[in-house]
């Protein structure tokens, strides 16, 4: 699953925040299940469409299908660190 383990959670989390937002294709600043699992895929995920549902269902707080990369992005980013995985 994850590639290169840093030392640094914080960094780790910076650098899986970069990652997901350069996924947000159309500059609306919200990440479809689309965007999120093409995230999931470059982070490595097994099933990336699985965890981009599942991101969707941990971090979607008004329901609406999309994450807002302002207000919901950092749960996104905290479930995918606690899931253990990282960049190189």
Same mark, same amino acid.
């Given at each position: 699953?994850?590639?290169? /383990? #840093?030392?640094?959670?914080? =960094? $780790? ?8 937002? /350069?996924? =947000?294709?159309? *500059?609306?600043?919200?990440? &479809?299940? $689309? ?16 965890? @981009?549902?599942? *991101?969707? /269902?941990? @971090?979607? =707080? !008004?329901? =609406? +299908? #999309?994450? &807002? ?12 660190? !606690? #899931? +253990?995985? $990282?960049?190189?």
């Amino acid at each position: 699953m994850p590639h290169v /383990r #840093l030392t640094n959670k914080d =960094d $780790t989390k910076v650098q899986i925040m970069k990652i997901f937002k /350069r996924f =947000d294709k159309d *500059g609306d600043a919200q990440l &479809s299940k $689309t965007e999120l699992k093409a995230a999931f895929a470059e982070l490595g995920a097994k099933w990336p469409a699985f965890r @981009a549902w599942e *991101g969707l /269902r941990h @971090a979607d =707080d !008004n329901g =609406d +299908g #999309l994450i &807002s990369i302002d207000k919901e992005l950092d749960k996104v980013v905290d479930h995918a660190v !606690n #899931l +253990g995985y $990282t960049v190189n």
